[in-house]
């Protein structure tokens, strides 16, 4: 994506010295993303809501910003090739891009550039699709283990990471301290980054609409029951109204920020300001 403006919301890349796949090949591992559940998921409920997915909805480009990817409103979503060197990496952006989109399916007045809708989405899409997992803070280097509100048990659920973790002793440290898998400040970080970059939102606007919407916006699981554990492997199933078997657990959803928040999303954007 070019630029952040109306309409539009970024999942900044954390950057490193590999080249990246090129159109082509992330085109290929877009269409693989689409066979796992969160994924399958996300799309399905976009459709119940009423937005029609079409075949280019998500779709591969070349991005000269460090961004991994975006959505833009009529413009679908976009993941930049040459950030992409994992399949998780391609995943985890249409997961997080998919909850921005269905947002924007649902509220029907969501405004991009009010500071407190942009960041409502971005606390929910930090929350739900698994961006502040502890493996992806480790690799980023930002992984604070007093902070972590849900590492249950760090054997069995680390696969590929538990075993220099636990040669670093990180493993004892972790291990059964947190009821959940995301961290809250690795949220708070990452939304921060976001809603700055819109053009109408200065950084002391951005932390104030953050701080105003948090609690109900990262309450707010929709269209999940419960705030997915990514990561983990093996999660407990629901059934969905499709006759599907869904994985989910984590927190109990409440109400929709977008729909009892006074003020933000269930408001017209001249009031969302006052």
Known sequence: ????????????????????????ECEDMIRRSFRTPM????????????????????????????????????GGIMVC??????????????????????DDCRAANLDWANCAHHACSEIRAGHL???????????????KIRSHEQVRVLRGVAVGYGGVMRRQGV??????????????ECVRRRVLKSVIANPYCSEAAAKDAMEAVWDICYNDTKPFDRA??????????????????????????????FVVVRGLLAAPPEEAGA
């Open 1 to 24: 994506m070019a630029e952040t403006q109306p309409g539009t919301s970024a999942v900044f890349s954390p950057g490193d010295n590999r080249s990246g796949k090129t159109i082509e």
């Open 39 to 74: 994924v399958k998921f996300l799309l399905e409920h976009m459709e119940k809501s009423g937005c029609t997915i079409g075949d280019r909805f998500i779709r591969a480009v070349h991005c000269n910003k460090q961004i991994a990817g975006g959505y833009v409103r009529g």
């Open 81 to 102: 090739s040459n950030h992409m060197n994992l399949q998780d990496d391609v995943n985890q952006v249409v997961i997080h891009e998919l909850i921005h989109a269905y």
């Open 129 to 143: 699709s698994g961006d502040c997992h502890y493996k992806r803070e480790l690799l980023r280097g930002f992984l």
């Open 171 to 184: 493993a004892q440290e972790v291990e059964g301290a947190y009821p959940n898998l995301g961290s809250k």
């Open 228 to 257: 997915p554990c990514n990561g983990v492997r093996r999660w407990p199933w629901r059934t969905a109204a499709s006759g599907k078997k869904i994985a989910i657990t984590g927190v109990r959803s409440r109400e929709s920020a």
